[in-house]
């Protein structure tokens, strides 16, 4: 079974059980909480990678570093994780935790990727138009990268939508090399 679909299933009975008891808003920041974690600290994810650490040492790490961040719910899970030896899923885990509760809440996360700072309107507008087609809320963060050189990307979910004077300019140039 494939790395992702372990964590899915993992987020997914994390899900369930916090729904159940009414704790869903609680490990959701928790999950918050561990992405952060995870994106901030390679040190981190490097101790849960470790085929080297000990899975009784990997739990104190992982207790001494979130224990009193996190819910009883959450932290029981991460020991039930590592008891399984799949204490590499847990920036996954949250990953998942948290496309699970947007998605249950009706909100859609999407990057905004663009060679210059677009305007407040400008943005606005592109919110719009997604939320008309996708009928969600969307939560629009924008990125800044110069190397597009003018355009835009759209990342949201799975999907990818390049209009991007880099990405036309790449084409471009496979065709003309086609031809010669």
Do not use: W
Not at 72 to 78: A, F, G, P, Q
Not at 79 to 95: H, V
Not at 112 to 124: G, M, P, R, T, W
Not at 167 to 174: F, H, T, Y
Request: charged content about 30%.
């Amino acid at each position: 079974m494939s790395y992702s679909k372990i964590a899915k299933r993992y987020a997914k009975a994390l899900f369930d059980f916090s729904k159940e008891k009414n704790s869903l808003e609680i490990v959701k920041n928790d999950m918050d909480y561990i992405h952060e974690l995870c994106a901030q600290s390679d040190d981190f994810v490097a101790v849960l990678d470790s085929p080297i650490l000990k899975v009784q040492k990997k739990k104190e790490i992982v207790a001494a570093v979130v224990k009193d961040k996190v819910s009883d719910s959450t932290m029981k899970m991460l020991e039930i994780i590592a008891d399984s030896r799949r204490e590499s899923i847990i920036p996954t885990l949250s990953e998942e935790f948290i496309k699970m509760y947007n998605e249950s809440i009706g909100l859609m996360k999407v990057d905004l990727y663009s060679a210059v700072e677009l305007s407040q309107d400008l943005k606005n507008k592109i919110s719009k138009r997604i939320a008309q087609q996708t009928e969600k809320d969307i939560e629009l963060t924008q990125h800044i990268q110069e190397d597009l050189i003018g355009g835009f990307v759209l990342k949201m979910d799975d999907m990818l939508y390049d209009a991007s004077l880099k990405a036309s300019l790449g084409k471009l140039k496979n065709v003309l090399t086609q031809r010669v």
